[in-house]
């Protein structure tokens, strides 16, 4: 799973209730229609098909695009001495025009990833069970944290473990988008992992399960308070999260740690289910603006289940929708923030599901918390500023008495 992704996932089935924003299907077609008109070869159109639908929207920088591809064509099946896919020029010239936009968070998903895309984004996957994030101080690919219980976690992998080869084949960082589906497959089968730990290279064998994500912990710390901590927010975080508080109020607590370390964000909505468990009915949550300065404003729906004082853990991977909740409860004084500066991921990216099949991640908005305060690129700024030991060497993986911003939480909260 991807690192510093905040999104709304988007398709053309009945969306749940408290997920899902809806996309238009006009807004599909025409989106089909620029990839369409932008990219497919112009042999393509001469041959009639598609045009009637779409050719009413075609531009002439758009024609000149098709043209400039059609030569290539040309070039191509003149000289080229191997074999010619068309569907993978044509696969490739769409991620290379997307590609083009030097967003890091824009991509094109093709048909065969988009299923395992949506399953990972549900937080529901065939795998060993990892999250990872890339490393691009060192162009390596990076486990965040392996998940509770799973095949990685039984088998050894640790938090800071890079990844280096997958079945024998070498990886790096430039292999982030595709490493996902080389280590996932069907139920039952091996994967073979190299991994690079400090200075030793080691090797694993892990079989592949069905992974059920539930990535929300909990336990009652000194002085009977609360701590929930939890890597992502996937599909049913938002429950997860309220059933584990119930669970903890039960035995107690008067005060509650959220660590958001290492959270690199996910599902939108989810983050703002969680803000209106604290947040008082009605309250501003989110300003979200679109390329036309059109302003959404994201409102708490229900009065707030957890009236305990709250403190929140941050450090320089927390990004995105653990952005959008940090920032809310800061901004309504529901919160405190202690820890490090966050991430700075301020846009909202929104999946777009395509009629063939294939998807598109798009950066559609950026996001203000509710005093209108932008974090793209600057990230939010703790209450109290909290740097770990020098002791520490992985800050994925910190031993509790070496946890300086945990023991300032629970200092602020005795």
Same mark, same amino acid.
């Given at each position: 799973?991807?690192?510093?992704?905040?999104?709304?996932?988007?398709?053309?089935?009945?969306?749940?209730?408290?997920?899902?924003?809806?996309?238009?299907?006009?807004?599909?077609?025409?989106?089909?229609?620029?990839?369409?008109?932008?990219?497919?070869? *112009?042999? *393509?159109?001469?041959?009639?098909? %598609?045009?009637?639908?779409?050719?009413?929207?075609?531009?002439?920088?758009?024609?000149?695009?098709?043209?400039?591809?059609?030569?290539?064509?040309?070039?191509?099946?003149?000289?080229?001495?191997?074999?010619?896919?068309?569907?993978?020029?044509?696969?490739?010239?769409?991620? %290379? *025009?997307?590609?083009?936009?030097?967003?890091?968070?824009?991509?094109?998903?093709?048909? +065969?990833?988009?299923?395992?895309?949506?399953?990972?984004?549900?937080?529901?996957?065939?795998?060993?069970?990892?999250?990872? &994030?890339?490393?691009?101080?060192?162009?390596?690919?990076?486990?965040?944290?392996?998940? /509770?219980?799973?095949?990685?976690?039984?088998?050894?992998?640790?938090?800071? +473990?890079?990844?280096?080869?997958?079945?024998?084949?070498?990886?790096?960082?430039?292999?982030?988008?595709?490493?996902?589906?080389?280590?996932?497959?069907?139920?039952?089968?091996?994967?073979?992992?190299?991994?690079?730990?400090?200075?030793?290279?080691?090797?694993?064998?892990?079989?592949?399960?069905?992974?059920?994500?539930?990535?929300?912990?909990?336990?009652?710390?000194?002085?009977?308070?609360?701590?929930?901590?939890?890597?992502?927010? +996937?599909?049913?975080?938002?429950?997860?999260?309220?059933? /584990?508080?119930?669970?903890?109020?039960?035995?107690?607590?008067?005060?509650?740690?959220? +660590?958001?370390?290492?959270?690199?964000?996910?599902?939108?909505?989810?983050? !703002?289910?969680?803000?209106?468990?604290?947040?008082?009915?009605?309250?501003?949550?989110?300003?979200?603006?679109? /390329?036309?300065?059109?302003?959404?404003?994201?409102?708490?729906?229900?009065?707030?289940?957890?009236?305990?004082?709250? &403190?929140?853990?941050?450090?320089?991977?927390?990004?995105?929708?653990?952005?959008?909740?940090?920032?809310?409860?800061?901004?309504?004084?529901?919160?405190?923030?202690?820890?490090?500066?966050?991430?700075?991921? %301020?846009?909202?990216?929104?999946?777009?599901?395509?009629?063939?099949?294939? %998807?598109? /991640?798009?950066?559609?908005?950026?996001?203000?918390?509710?005093?209108?305060?932008?974090?793209?690129?600057?990230?939010?700024?703790?209450?109290?500023?909290?740097?770990?030991?020098?002791?520490?060497?992985?800050? !994925?993986?910190?031993?509790?008495?070496?946890?300086?911003?945990?023991?300032?939480?629970?200092?602020? !909260?005795?």
């Amino acid at each position: 799973m991807e690192n510093n992704n905040g999104y709304k996932v988007v398709t053309q089935k009945k969306k749940r209730t408290t997920t899902y924003k809806v996309i238009m299907l006009v807004v599909l077609v025409a989106f089909l229609t620029f990839l369409i008109t932008s990219l497919v070869m *112009y042999q *393509y159109f001469s041959n009639g098909k %598609g045009m009637s639908n779409f050719s009413m929207f075609a531009t002439s920088n758009e024609n000149d695009i098709a043209n400039t591809l059609e030569k290539y064509k040309r070039i191509i099946n003149q000289y080229y001495l191997g074999e010619v896919n068309d569907e993978e020029l044509k696969e490739g010239a769409i991620k %290379g *025009y997307i590609e083009g936009l030097n967003d890091p968070y824009t991509e094109y998903i093709s048909k +065969d990833e988009m299923e395992d895309y949506m399953e990972d984004t549900m937080g529901n996957f065939v795998g060993i069970g990892i999250y990872m &994030v890339k490393n691009t101080e060192k162009n390596q690919i990076q486990v965040l944290s392996p998940i /509770k219980n799973s095949p990685a976690e039984k088998a050894g992998i640790l938090p800071g +473990d890079y990844i280096t080869a997958v079945d024998g084949v070498k990886c790096n960082g430039d292999n982030f988008s595709t490493i996902s589906n080389d280590i996932k497959g069907e139920e039952g089968t091996t994967v073979k992992l190299e991994i690079l730990r400090g200075n030793e290279t080691l090797n694993f064998e892990i079989q592949r399960e069905n992974i059920k994500v539930n990535p929300v912990e909990g336990e009652v710390l000194e002085n009977n308070i609360g701590y929930i901590a939890f890597t992502s927010f +996937d599909d049913q975080t938002a429950e997860d999260f309220k059933a /584990k508080y119930e669970e903890l109020q039960k035995q107690g607590i008067t005060s509650l740690i959220i +660590d958001l370390r290492n959270n690199g964000g996910g599902i939108v909505d989810e983050a !703002l289910e969680i803000a209106g468990y604290i947040a008082d009915k009605d309250s501003v949550l989110l300003y979200e603006v679109d /390329k036309n300065n059109n302003e959404e404003v994201e409102k708490s729906k229900n009065d707030p289940i957890i009236n305990v004082p709250v &403190v929140i853990l941050t450090n320089e991977n927390t990004a995105s929708s653990s952005e959008i909740l940090a920032g809310a409860l800061k901004d309504l004084g529901k919160a405190k923030i202690v820890g490090t500066k966050t991430y700075g991921k %301020g846009v909202i990216q929104e999946v777009l599901s395509l009629p063939d099949g294939s %998807g598109l /991640k798009i950066t559609t908005e950026k996001y203000l918390t509710p005093n209108k305060t932008e974090i793209n690129g600057i990230g939010i700024e703790p209450d109290e500023t909290v740097e770990l030991p020098d002791t520490v060497t992985n800050i !994925l993986n910190v031993d509790r008495n070496e946890d300086t911003q945990l023991q300032k939480a629970i200092e602020m !909260l005795k």
